[in-house]
């Protein structure tokens, strides 16, 4: 009843025509793949190409981050409402690389989420513990409070199409992958929560993602779990081949 995603996050990679090119490739090789959903989520440069390249295809688009006010004097930043006029559908919020880098609270991804909301986005929200949350045995506090405020004041009936990503910050980006035992844990303490601040019935219908390190060979044996929807890549989305074998797992 959960429809796995399977999102790339290109982070800041990829100009324009780079973005073309990849959606030129990619586009043949899942044509046609309908057990999972599908979303790339390119730079906010090539966000109207990508839309353009992906009209009509099983491939759905997102922005990387967005403001939750409508406009205003907030230099570089970019609103819902002009995601929204471009046709973006999906927007990543709270990934780990934006609140370490920028500053970014959970009480900030609380706004977006909300703005997302009213916008009719499909919000991928990430959560997930560091390194030394996971060593101090925080890990489950982490989860919950990150959880807990992100949803604050949001009801069950407006998070009818809410993603959680679980990203473990140590899994990101360094070659190693949480362990299918470990994950499951995880999406059981996010899944426990989600019931805890909406109700049981939405927390049952959220689809949540696993990210952070996935490649075409450990793909699946994530995936084979049944509480794992799906899985939010980085650099295994870059190259339209290897990203396609992700989407395919067998
Ligand atoms: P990675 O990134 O697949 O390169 O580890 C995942 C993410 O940051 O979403």
Redesign the pocket.
């Known amino acids: 009843m959960r429809k796995p995603l399977i999102a790339g996050?290109w982070?800041m990679y990829k100009t324009p025509q780079e973005s073309k090119a990849f959606l030129e490739a990619f586009l043949p090789l899942v044509a046609g793949h309908s057990r999972d959903d599908i979303a790339l989520f390119p730079s906010t440069t090539s966000l109207a190409h990508v839309l353009e390249a992906a009209a009509g295809s099983n491939v759905r688009v997102g922005a990387q981050n967005m403001h939750w006010l409508y406009e205003g004097p907030y230099t570089g930043e970019t609103s819902p409402a002009m995601l929204a006029a471009i046709g973006c559908d999906h927007v990543l919020l709270g990934?780990?690389?934006r609140r370490l880098y920028f500053g970014e609270t959970s009480e900030r991804v609380n706004l977006k989420l909300r703005a997302a909301i009213s916008h009719g986005f499909t919000p991928v929200v990430?959560v997930g513990e560091s390194l030394a949350e996971r060593e101090n045995s925080q890990t489950e506090a982490a989860l919950r409070e990150q959880v807990c405020i992100a949803l604050r004041n949001v009801t069950p009936n407006e998070v009818r199409k809410l993603v959680i990503?679980y990203?473990p910050v140590w899994?990101?980006?360094?070659g190693s992958i949480a362990s299918v035992d470990t994950t499951a844990e995880a999406h059981a303490i996010i899944r426990q929560e989600l019931e805890h601040c909406l109700d049981k019935e939405t927390a049952e219908a959220t689809r949540i993602l696993y990210?952070?390190?996935?490649k075409p060979e450990n793909v699946a044996a994530m995936m084979q779990h049944n509480g794992i929807d799906g899985a939010?890549?980085?650099?295994?989305s870059l190259d339209p081949v290897v990203f396609a074998k992700v989407v395919q797992y067998a």
């Open positions: 996050n982070k990934h780990s690389e990430c990503a990203e899994a990101i980006g360094t990210g952070g390190s996935v939010l890549v980085g650099g295994a």
